[in-house]
């Protein structure tokens, strides 16, 4: 039985050898596929990107560049069933399977329109005006970005099979940077079935995407300055990768994405009965149960001020209880699956972690009722709602169960709440609830600096609000400290990441001939 799942490597599908890792459905428990990258001419993808894939992108201007992200979304978007139907497999109900691919898919789009609108007709970027250096004016400089002759290596998280490769592609792609991607084990398969729709596609030049499915022994070792790494996945893994040599010795670039305890604040305005009230309960309560809540911008910390804290524990509850647990695509079913039976086990083993310091006032880890599939041979995990009256509890500060976990806790002043927050040591996003102007201006720049992106959410803005979960290619996407210290996306400061910023100096006449756009 070949049960092989194949890489794309060299402008052919490759299956490894050997056994390598099993993969197995979310949902039954039933094998679906092995995982191996052994005996696969890993060094002569990362010549075939190199040789090919980088002068073929490097050959087409900006928008043209833009054209080819825009016909890749466009060959996804035409089978996208395909990948809803994948992402059954890996636990995800249809409205979780959107936020991946049509996410995806949207996110690639806006590059391609900010890639044709907003850079040049031409293979170079010039920054800024010529800046004069000399009193008497024969001598300038200004600032170029051209691409570099280097690959962008994709680490990916398993929990956005194709939005994470997608938000890393679309800007290499413009940049005219080819890419190797390496999706996560447990869901490589959808990864895999994204880049095999956009080869039969035959959009791209050959070598400008390759995929390794498995893992990628020596590949760092042919790394240099000319490349770049997009890692996103746990803290402990990016530590690992960031200590490597090709990072420490040879300067190749790392932005991490990893792993963060986000949190969500009421303000002491929103009563009960108020519409910031209901909008704090319902955020809590998507970001828990979305994606089974393995999302990395979930809310894990949701912040009450203390004398809300028991009506808050109630309206959550009950929202909760509505929840329903099972198949993607059963009847009535509104949260799926986590991704394996392994990542079961480590949430499970989070939250007994975070009840050392808080108390689990909704679901139980060890038990849930499900709809159409077996509790226990599927991944099924309930909703679980802590409870910790002392803020200050440290675990609920520093562990993330990357499930449908999250933590109330009380806060008395702001200035306390803020100290709070920043106890996440970095995050990618919080978010304030709240209709006083003033509260909301204290909290924002007292955890601006702790937060890559900080939404403020009230009665005005709640129609059109794209939610505290989405990250937004237009704006930056990543956080500091924890969170991995990278920006994976932030509108065209994403593509220039990926390019090399030069300063020309030189006199002004020649400058302007050499650099004229
Ligand atoms: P992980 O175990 O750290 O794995 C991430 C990726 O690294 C996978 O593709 C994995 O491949 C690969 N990897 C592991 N060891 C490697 C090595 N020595 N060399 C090269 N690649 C290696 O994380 P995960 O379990 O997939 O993802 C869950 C975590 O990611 C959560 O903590 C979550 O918060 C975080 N996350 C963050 C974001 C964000 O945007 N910040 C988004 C999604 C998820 P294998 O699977 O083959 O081991």
């Not at 490759?14 to 428990?29: E, I, K, M, N, S």
């Not at 303000?267 to 970001?287: R, S």
Request: charged share 20%.
């Amino acid at each position: 039985m070949n049960d092989m799942l194949p890489s794309y490597l060299g402008g052919e599908w490759v299956g490894g050898a050997g056994r390598g890792a099993a993969v197995a459905d979310a949902v039954t428990g039933e094998h679906l596929h092995q995982v191996s990258s052994e005996g696969l001419d890993l060094s002569g993808a990362v010549a075939f990107a190199r040789i090919a894939g980088g002068p073929a992108l490097r050959a087409l201007t900006f928008p043209q560049r833009a054209a080819l992200v825009k016909a890749a979304a466009a060959a996804l978007g035409e089978r996208k069933q395909e990948l809803y139907d994948l992402s059954a497999s890996a636990g995800a109900t249809r409205s979780d399977a959107k936020v991946d691919v049509d996410g995806g898919i949207g996110t690639a789009m806006v590059y391609a329109g900010l890639g044709k609108r907003g850079l040049p007709d031409d293979t170079v970027v010039v920054e800024d005006d010529p800046i004069q250096l000399g009193k008497e004016g024969l001598f300038f400089g200004q600032h170029v970005l051209t691409s570099r002759r280097g690959l962008a290596l994709q680490i990916n998280a398993f929990n956005f099979p194709v939005w994470g490769m997608l938000e890393k592609l679309a800007p290499a792609l413009l940049a005219g940077v080819p890419s190797i991607v390496k999706p996560a084990t447990p869901t490589a398969y959808i990864a895999q079935h994204a880049v095999r729709i956009v080869v039969e596609a035959g959009v791209l030049p050959e070598g400008a995407l390759q995929v390794v499915c498995g893992s990628i022994p020596g590949v760092f070792d042919l790394l240099g300055g000319q490349d770049a790494v997009g890692f996103t996945g746990s803290a402990e893994t990016a530590g690992r990768l960031r200590a490597d040599a090709a990072v420490t010795h040879r300067s190749v670039r790392f932005n991490a994405e990893a792993d963060s305890v986000n949190s969500s604040v009421l303000g002491p305005d929103a009563q009960p009965g108020t519409p910031e009230f209901d909008l704090f309960v319902q955020a809590l309560v998507t970001e828990m149960t979305v994606k089974a809540g393995q999302k990395c911008t979930a809310i894990r910390r949701a912040f009450v001020p203390r004398q809300h804290l028991d009506v808050v524990t109630d309206a959550v509850q009950a929202k909760l209880s509505e929840v329903v647990v099972g198949a993607p695509g059963a009847e009535g079913v509104t949260m799926g699956a986590l991704v394996g039976l392994a990542q079961r086990e480590d949430v499970r083993e989070k939250v007994a972690q975070l009840a050392s310091h808080a108390t689990t006032v909704f679901g139980d880890p060890h038990s849930v009722e499900v709809v159409g599939a077996d509790a226990e041979r599927g991944a099924f995990v309930s909703p679980v709602l802590l409870r910790a009256d002392d803020p200050d509890a440290g675990s609920v500060h520093e562990v993330e169960a990357f499930g449908p976990v999250s933590t109330l806790l009380p806060y008395g002043s702001t200035e306390q709440l803020v100290g709070l927050v920043a106890r996440g040591e970095g995050s990618l996003v919080g978010s304030v609830v709240s209709y006083d102007d003033a509260f909301v201006r204290d909290v924002v720049l007292g955890v601006a600096s702790h937060h890559g992106r900080v939404l403020v959410l009230d009665r005005d803005s709640a129609p059109e609000s794209t939610g505290h979960g989405t990250p937004m290619p237009q704006l930056v996407h990543g956080g500091p400290g924890r969170a991995g210290g990278g920006q994976e996306e932030a509108g065209l400061h994403a593509v220039f990441d990926h390019l090399q910023r030069t300063a020309v100096q030189g006199g002004p006449t020649r400058l302007q001939r050499l650099l004229a756009q």
